[in-house]
């Protein structure tokens, strides 16, 4: 006998009659959809879209029930560690998103620099050609 199946979010175990999994299927205890990645064998954290089958295309939510025609689900799949691997992925993530503004940030600081810069340089050049219609006057 291996691991049961249970819910990947609560860790209560999927009843028998609720097999096989179909996909608008709910964990009894917690509601929680059954038919998603986090609940499937190819869920990996560590791959790109969190998928590790060579042929699905993972859907965005991996904790909504999803139409994926290679679901199977895997044993065991509640582990509060994974959840705690997963939240360290994404908060790379936010941080590899977080870098982008602050750069577009600081571009446009040093594009305000400059225009400040080529504004004197107008003014300057506006006081040269005054001068001559002053003499003129
Ligand atoms: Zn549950």
Known sequence: MGKPIVCWRCGAA???EQRPIRRLELCRSCQADLHVCRLCWSYNPRMTGYCDHDHAEPPLD????NFCQY???R???????GHDAEQ?????LESLFGATPEEANAKESNTAGSETNSDRARAELEQLFNKPSQ???
């Open 14 to 16: 999927v009843k028998p």
């Open 135 to 137: 003499d003129d006057g």
């Open 75 to 81: 044993p065991g799949a509640y582990s509060p560690a």
């Open 62 to 65: 991996r904790e909504r029930a």
């Open 88 to 92: 360290g992925a994404r908060k790379g």
């Open 71 to 73: 679901f199977s689900p």
